[in-house]
């Protein structure tokens, strides 16, 4: 897969990592799964049919019941998003077709933290006076030097 990463509400996707977090936090979620939100976010908005989601994940020369085993994997990535499949707000099953990743996605912006990485205005400030040798429970102090330059 591509380095890429993807935002959906509180989760974020990363193709690289092979991992689906929410929040930061690593959501647990096998490999087929994992693999099969995967191929859904990349055709999102698309119906995505049950035999292009059978290609995708098992080789020809695998023997497995496709059906239940698509069934399972869309089970397991429902409960990791904690989706309804009455009121999807992620994956949306077209009645004897597929499947429609639904929800807004968005590529997270380079060299902006996460959405669970915050400080205020107030912590930054006192950082920014630590950082510069300034007391910052005194904003009036002088500058610390160090001893050789004293």
Not at 27 to 51: A, I, N
Request: proline share 8%; with cysteine; net charge negative.
């Amino acid at each position: 897969m591509s380095d890429r990463k993807v935002c959906f509400e509180d989760f974020e996707l990363d193709f690289a990592r092979f991992q689906l977090c929410h929040r930061g936090t690593p959501v647990p979620l096998e490999g087929l799964p994992l693999q099969l939100l995967m191929f859904l976010v990349e055709s999102k908005g698309q119906l995505v049919t049950r035999e292009q989601i059978s290609s995708a994940l098992w080789t020809k020369d695998v023997f497995v019941d496709v059906d239940q085993g698509i069934n399972t994997a869309i089970r397991k990535v429902r409960r990791a998003l904690s989706d309804d499949v009455d009121q999807p707000r992620f994956l949306q099953t077209v009645v004897g077709r597929g499947y429609r990743f639904v929800a807004p996605i968005a590529e997270p912006q380079a060299g902006v933290s996460s959405p669970n990485f915050a400080v205020s205005p107030e912590d930054l400030g006192r950082a920014i006076m630590a950082a510069a040798g300034l007391d910052p429970n005194n904003p009036t102090s002088t500058p610390k030097l160090p001893d050789d330059e004293s």
